[in-house]
């Protein structure tokens, strides 16, 4: 009899686990970066190196830029963005470990902005969030895009698998909002980056990018926004971050120069 329970409970248990087998998708708030190796980065005073889980690159002037590393060119009304950020799929249970792979599916963005124009939110196109190993430490990258019009500051949050393409084990943590529980950097504006010149009350930010852009000025490079695996390789901060040992470069860089830009071939 004790042995026909026991048995019973464990095919209990192993039916339950079979059923929460999924994956579950991540947005950190801070990442702890990490070098070439996957070991963490350090402040030469010991300190851990941390930043926000953001990143931003500029058409106008090259400049791949982030929260702790802002933009030494600057951004100026007029300026395309891309915005990118990491996702992770790391659920783990203590009783079961179970967890699978996260299919693709698209992360979508909010746009912030404080400023001479007013104060306002406005949702950006969704974009593309490749498929994600469970426990895949350098995680997924998406990212999406938008021109900014008038000078502020602004901050983008983040809703991955926001219209629940696939089952997770919970849906809140796919969230990225800056502003929840105050900002780990004490920012009173809680941006992420701030544009200036200029007092344009002009509308403050386009996001109705047509599929194509070349833009009139010579500066600016050729440009698709879309949902595809094409159009998501498209943006250089998308090809940027296919090989995580880039943003360990980039971090590298900054340290020993944080004065100078950070250019994007």
């Not at 087998?21 to 851990?48: C, F, R, S, W």
């Not at 106008?60 to 830029?65: D, K, N, P, Q, S």
């Not at 809680?190 to 010579?218: H, I, K, Y």
Request: proline content about 8%.
């Amino acid at each position: 009899m004790l042995f026909l329970m026991a048995t019973s409970c464990d095919d209990c248990k192993d039916a339950f686990c079979d059923a929460v087998e999924l994956a579950d998708l991540v947005i950190p708030q801070v990442l702890h970066l990490l070098d070439y190796n996957g070991n963490p980065m350090y402040y030469p005073n010991g300190a851990t190196l941390q930043d926000a889980n953001e990143l931003y690159y500029n058409y106008r002037t090259g400049e791949l830029f982030t929260h702790l590393f802002p933009s030494v060119f600057g951004v100026i009304p007029g300026d395309l963005l891309d915005i990118g950020t990491r996702v992770f799929n790391n659920w783990i249970d203590q009783e079961c470990k179970k967890g699978t792979y996260a299919p693709q599916s698209f992360t979508s963005p909010a746009l912030r902005y404080s400023g001479p124009a007013g104060n306002g939110s406005v949702a950006l196109q969704p974009h593309l969030t490749p498929g994600i190993p469970q426990n895949y430490p350098t995680g997924g990258f998406t990212y999406s895009s938008f021109n900014v019009g008038a000078p502020g500051y602004y901050k983008v949050d983040f809703n991955a698998n926001h219209n629940h393409a696939f089952d997770e084990h919970g849906f809140g943590n796919n969230l990225y909002n800056g502003s929840n529980g105050g900002s780990p950097f004490g920012k009173t504006v809680d941006a992420s980056f701030v544009v200036t010149e200029g007092n344009s009350t002009e509308p403050w930010v386009n996001t109705e990018l047509p599929t194509r852009v070349v833009a009139e000025c010579p500066y600016y490079k050729q440009f698709d926004s879309g949902t595809s695996e094409a159009t998501y390789l498209a943006s250089p901060l998308a090809r940027f971050m296919q090989d995580p040992k880039n943003l360990a470069a980039f971090y590298k860089f900054k340290m020993e120069n944080p004065d100078k830009p950070f250019i994007l071939k």
